[in-house]
């Protein structure tokens, strides 16, 4: 079993950064791919960002790369997400996620435990 905890989130201005963090419990915390995904009022729940267990590799959604940059510290049982050139259209509620990747890292399906979420507000 694994929780997740999301924190961060906030009002910020167009072009401003916040750095979300998601702290797990639990063991094997290495073991899991990490995801973020968001959820803006009226649409589904779109991936935006994904890490593998021992942060080797990256993956992006075309909305947020090169904006948005993914980590995670094993050590501390953190995924992390900063969050750079904020707009409007990246205001939503985050999820971290966590699961064992057997086809698509940004498939939501895929992920196993999910956080509560944290509310990202960018005014324009």
């Known amino acids: 079993q694994v929780q997740l905890v999301e924190s961060g989130g906030g009002l910020v201005q167009a072009g401003g950064s916040l750095r979300l963090s998601c702290a797990a419990s639990g063991r094997a915390f290495s073991r899991y791919a990490m995801g973020w995904f968001r959820q803006a009022p009226g649409k589904e729940r779109e991936f935006v960002a994904a890490?593998?267990?021992?942060?080797?590799?990256?993956y992006y959604a075309d909305s947020v790369k090169d904006r948005f940059t993914i980590s995670r510290d094993n050590a501390k049982n953190t995924v992390y997400l900063q969050m750079n050139s904020l707009k409007p259209e990246d205001t939503a509620v985050y999820y971290c996620?966590?699961?064992?990747?057997?086809?698509?890292?940004?498939?939501?399906?895929?992920?196993?435990?999910w956080g509560q979420g944290t509310q990202v507000t960018v005014s324009s």
């Open positions: 996620a966590a699961g064992n990747i057997y086809y698509s890292i940004s498939d939501r399906t895929e992920y196993r435990y």
């Open positions: 890490i593998s267990g021992r942060g080797s590799s990256l």
